[in-house]
């Protein structure tokens, strides 16, 4: 099934996210983000009625108040289709799929600790990737947690106390990243000598 | 012995390359149940790209896999050129194109040897390392280093190809063909090779399909996945590549497939050497990069490649999300394993040629200081502890403390 035809059947069975398709290329389908329960509609959907059998990874964001989870699936043409999901911050509970496709049980307890994501009917094993001894409530692929507040050593999270200074800081980093790119800009990043 | 006997394989083992944790429950001789434990090679590579430029990230990504990292750096650069809606030029491409089959070449000779190493035949081992060398000559040849070539740049390569190169790469490839048509009737003859491999760590074409296993795994068991067919991409849009599978769907077979699969990298780097244009090699690449999202793949020696670029309009990447072929090869690896011989382990494990640097997106990293970062004793008593919490107590082994 060729992109065009997914988007078609998938704009008749749920009409309500039809003009939110869209097809950058020709073997790419992106869903626009949706609600857990339409998501998983969507999903079981392209699974059972559009063939889309192979799970291929999770990629999941920082939406600002927000986590995007993007489950990526591949039919026998090679069409990836996107389909997302999106969870406030502040309640990140969503559902396994790894029922649906086996394959994304790895990146799905990617998802738990890289972005606290809180799975519900995750089967016991052990979690991945990070270590034993990493900190409870640290999440390192959220965008407000910076690197440089974390003791390799300790392995304890130490953000600043106030949090007008942090948020200071990230605006002084920006704001001299900008002015360097600003500086580079005429220079290239290709870096290759022509022929 | 109801419950079995369970035996800890990992992190640190002799016959594990990397680290990696199994626990292995056994029945008599046969496995009956297995849990992998990943991530002692995760480093945060992701997050380290998104504080950095994307022409910086260009060589944390390299930096995924040792082995693979032609691919790895292809597909991040294409990321970054179709955002930026770069053409590249056709040359760059067939230089990209040449570097990535004298990766394979390499990375399957590699395996073959570990292959070798695991089941007891040393010699082949030794045979195939000796011939890899040749093909990591070129590599240095080309790009300056053995691994880690460092040859794709945003907008397309950064060295050319001159007569003198491209002669050599053809000299190597005669001989390579002899020999690697040699290891295809050894894999074709050789009793005990087919014995040892033949019939273990079997996963079905069914299997596959559920757990989203790629690159010659999948092959093995008759399914065509090889990206450069799929959806072909680079010099392979102009270049055909003859795909090749098998239907053995076990060790034996991912054997098969990956010597047929030399044999066809030196066919297209003959093809490219003879058909590259002249012309320029690379394009000049914006700083900034429009904003977009896109997935590209790429066939990397192991398989597919997946990699994800989220961008914002500034020079630094919003997201990057590198999946590697390793990292979906692990998901069959518990069905792989069971039901099958303790013995066999490390070949089936070796099998999928994991790459748990791929899988856990590494970079090494030192401690700030350079020194180390605990005692001898303060690990042990952690690795004492961490077994009792899993029901297994090593407390009682005796350890020698000084004059080993």
């Not at chain 2, 032609?70 to 491409?93: D, F, I, K, M, N």
């Not at chain 2, 050497?273 to 914006?286: F, Q």
């Amino acid at each position: 099934m060729k992109a065009e035809e997914t988007i078609l059947r998938l704009k008749e069975a749920f009409p309500d996210i039809g003009d939110d398709l869209k097809s950058p290329s020709p073997l790419r389908v992106f869903t626009p983000f949706l609600e857990p329960k339409r998501f998983e509609e969507v999903l079981i959907y392209a699974k059972d009625k559009l063939d889309y059998y192979r799970g291929l990874h999770i990629v999941g964001t920082d939406e600002g108040e927000n986590l995007g989870f993007t489950y990526l699936v591949s039919n026998a043409d090679g069409v990836i289709l996107a389909i997302r999901e999106i969870v406030p911050k502040s309640n990140p509970h969503i559902r396994s799929m790894s029922d649906i496709y086996p394959a994304m049980l790895m990146h799905e307890r990617e998802l738990v600790d890289l972005f606290g994501a809180e799975i519900e009917g995750l089967p016991e094993g052990p979690s991945y990737p990070l270590p034993d001894g990493w900190p409870k409530g640290q999440y390192p692929m959220r965008k407000e947690w910076n690197p440089k507040y974390f003791n390799k050593m300790t392995m304890t999270y130490e953000p600043p106390e106030e949090k007008a200074t942090d948020t200071a800081t990230a605006a002084n980093d920006n704001k001299d990243n900008a002015a360097k790119t600003a500086a580079d800009e005429k220079s290239t990043a290709g870096g290759g000598a022509s022929k | 012995m109801s419950e079995g006997l369970t035996i800890p394989i990992g992190p640190q083992h002799p016959s594990l390359k990397e680290p990696v944790s199994f626990l292995i429950t056994l029945d008599g001789e046969v496995v009956k149940k297995a849990v992998i434990e990943l991530g002692y090679n995760h480093r945060g590579l992701e997050k380290a790209c998104e504080s950095r430029t994307y022409i910086q990230d260009l060589y944390i990504i390299e930096r995924v896999c040792g082995i693979c990292s032609h691919a790895h750096s292809y597909a991040y650069c294409r990321c970054v050129e179709e955002l930026a809606g770069l053409q590249t030029p056709r040359r760059a491409e067939y230089i990209r194109g040449i570097v990535g089959e004298l990766e394979r070449l390499h990375s399957h000779l590699l395996w073959l040897g570990v292959a070798g190493h695991e089941i007891g035949f040393d010699t082949l081992f030794m045979y195939t390392w000796r011939d890899r060398e040749r093909v990591l000559d070129l590599l240095a040849e080309i790009g300056g280093n053995r691994v880690n070539y460092g040859i794709n740049t945003i907008g397309g390569v950064r060295r050319d190809l001159d007569e003198n190169i491209c002669q050599h790469i053809l000299d190597v490839m005669d001989g390579l063909e002899e020999q690697i048509k040699y290891y295809a009737e050894l894999a074709n003859t050789e009793a005990t090779l087919i014995a040892r491999l033949a019939g273990i760590g079997i996963l079905t074409r069914d299997d596959v399909i559920k757990y989203g296993a790629v690159g010659p795994v999948a092959r093995a068991a008759g399914i065509m996945d090889d990206v450069r067919i799929v959806e072909p991409y680079g010099v392979f849009t102009e270049i055909k590549v003859n795909g090749v599978t098998d239907d053995h769907a076990d060790v034996y077979g991912r054997t098969v497939v990956r010597i047929k699969e030399m044999l066809e990298s030196i066919r297209l780097i003959r093809l490219m050497v003879k058909e590259m244009p002249d012309g320029p090699i690379s394009v000049r690449a914006p700083r900034r990069i429009p904003t977009g999202e896109i997935i590209i793949r790429v066939e990397a020696p192991r398989g597919e490649d997946v990699h994800y670029l989220r961008s914002n309009g500034t020079d630094k990447p919003d997201r990057v999300r590198v999946r590697a072929p390793s990292e979906a090869n692990w998901h069959g690896m518990k069905h792989m394993l069971e039901g099958f011989h303790f013995a066999d382990v490390p070949i089936i494990i070796a099998a999928i040629d994991p790459c748990y640097s791929c899988t856990d997106r590494a970079i090494m990293l030192r401690s700030d200081k350079g020194d180390t970062v605990t005692d001898w004793e303060s690990l042990r008593r952690t690795g004492i502890e961490r077994y009792k919490k899993m029901g297994i107590d090593p407390s009682k082994i005796r350890m020698r403390t000084s004059g080993v």
